[in-house]
């Protein structure tokens, strides 16, 4: 199958910098094997980025149009044919990645890998960080950071979050009755992340056209992978991140996209984060390359 690596190097949904340099990184990094195609966008240097922590809508119109380029070049090859694989970047690009993928393919799913449930509005958001509130947007809320999608929006009933285990307050009331499944580091440790992954692709893949996978590289503990902006410890395993991804790859039939975010090079220490990221890359774009040779599972 023909893939497209879209690099969202935007840092632009948290106050803290760096992430913007991630895609660039990685890209290079897989330049030695990776022979598909690939486009980069690149946020404008010129912006005057907020830091502010008292502001509740931080960067919002930067975001909104970083993240409308990005939606509708993704759209396009898409409907060519292409599988994406977004490289981020802050969280907040994957609003544009998998509205892209709901826009093409109508009735989707999404896993949403993460320490974070990323399901503040802006009116509960307590750093004003959009990269605590992109999940939400892709669920239909925060619409103000939609204004560029004109598609359904993902089901909250086909929503799973993975690997959760910093859920602020208010977020834990904007998820109670959304409809929302929320496995927690603490579930993937009891039941294994075969069971718990198993039971994602259930939920999410339910009488959908596929999944979209979005992968926030701070699931895993930072100790192990410390080069992320919002690090939050008590994360999984290198050997459970990797599981994860085999599991991905094992129902690649099911999988319409695929994510990795939160790469930040400027807190990385002796790569490791970076080889983290770059193996679980190089797995994915041989998957989506072979992506006709794996046969998908019916729920």
């Given amino acids: 199958m023909k893939t497209m690596i879209f690099g969202a190097g ?20 897989l330049a030695s094997f990776y022979k598909g195609e690939s486009i980069q966008f690149i946020r404008d240097a010129n912006i ?12 919002e119109y930067e975001v909104e149009k970083f993240n409308t380029n990005l939606y509708k070049a993704m759209v396009e090859k898409i409907k060519d044919g292409y599988f994406p694989i977004l490289i981020g970047g802050d969280h907040s690009v994957s609003v544009a990645s998998a509205l892209a993928c709901a826009k093409v393919n109508l009735d989707v799913g999404i896993i949403w890998i993460d320490s974070h449930a990323g399901y503040n509005t802006f009116a509960t958001t307590v750093t004003g960080n ?17 204004i560029y999608h004109d598609g359904k929006n993902i089901q909250t009933s086909r929503t799973v979050i993975v690997g959760a285990r910093n859920i602020e307050p208010a977020e834990k009331e904007n998820l109670k009755y959304s409809g929302v499944t929320v496995f927690s580091t603490e579930d993937i440790e009891e039941k294994g992340v075969d069971a718990i992954m ?23 503990d930072p100790d192990i992978a410390p080069g992320v902006s919002s690090p939050e410890f008590d994360g999984i395993s290198e050997d459970d991140a990797m599981k994860i991804n085999e599991f991905i790859i094992k129902h690649m039939k099911e999988v319409l996209s695929f994510d990795l975010v939160e ?15 770059l193996n679980i890359l190089a797995q994915i774009t041989r998957a989506a390359e072979n992506k006709g040779k794996y046969e998908r599972t019916i729920y």
Avoid: C, W
């Fill in 263 to 277: 790469f930040n090079p400027l807190r990385d220490v002796n790569r490791k984060t970076e080889q983290i990221a």
């Fill in 10 to 29: 935007s840092d632009l949904g948290v106050h803290i910098d760096g992430s913007h340099l991630g895609p660039t990184q990685l890209m290079n990094d």
């Fill in 198 to 220: 198993e039971e994602a692709f259930k939920i999410a893949g339910y009488k959908t056209k596929g999944i979209h996978i979005s992968y926030d590289l701070d699931v895993i």
């Fill in 48 to 59: 005057i980025k907020s830091r502010n922590l008292s502001d509740r809508r931080k960067n």
């Fill in 130 to 146: 959009l990269q605590d509130l992109p999940l939400a947007a892709i669920n239909g809320n925060n619409q103000e950071m939609t």
